[in-house]
């Protein structure tokens, strides 16, 4: 299951990962971000020990959203080595995000 965190747990847990991070920017109320969440956890299961995937509340935490420029959501950003790798907005295909995530772990 993706873990969801808050701000403050964002340095430790994506900035300074010791691998890849997806973090899904994400709504209660969003319905693209309620079509996504299956993939999202079916992608964390399948990528654990390979990649973090976390989930992080815009509406909780919308400080830290619009610190890293999310003007809508979902919005997934791939972090590679602490540093911004890719940017996925609105609701995707799986394998979209497979690619991604393949492409760095």
Same mark, same amino acid.
């Given at each position: 299951?993706? /873990?969801? #965190?808050?701000?403050?747990?964002?340095?430790?847990?994506?900035?300074?990962?010791?691998?890849? *991070?997806?973090?899904?920017?994400?709504?209660?109320?969003?319905? $693209?971000?309620?079509?996504?969440?299956?993939?999202?956890?079916?992608?964390?299961? /399948?990528?654990?020990?390979?990649?973090?995937?976390?989930? #992080?509340?815009?509406? =909780?935490?919308?400080?830290?959203? =619009?610190?890293?420029? #999310?003007?809508?959501? $979902?919005?997934?950003?791939?972090?590679?080595?602490?540093? /911004? *790798?890719?940017?996925?907005?609105?609701? *995707? $295909?799986?394998?979209?995000?497979?690619?991604?995530?393949?492409?760095?772990?």
């Amino acid at each position: 299951m993706a /873990e969801i #965190i808050k701000t403050q747990d964002f340095e430790v847990k994506v900035k300074n990962a010791d691998k890849p *991070v997806l973090v899904d920017f994400y709504a209660d109320w969003c319905g $693209p971000c309620k079509m996504m969440l299956p993939v999202i956890e079916k992608l964390a299961a /399948e990528y654990a020990g390979k990649a973090y995937i976390y989930k #992080i509340n815009t509406d =909780a935490d919308g400080a830290l959203a =619009a610190g890293l420029g #999310i003007m809508s959501i $979902p919005t997934m950003i791939l972090f590679n080595g602490g540093e /911004e *790798v890719d940017r996925i907005i609105g609701a *995707v $295909p799986e394998s979209t995000l497979r690619g991604k995530l393949d492409a760095v772990c």
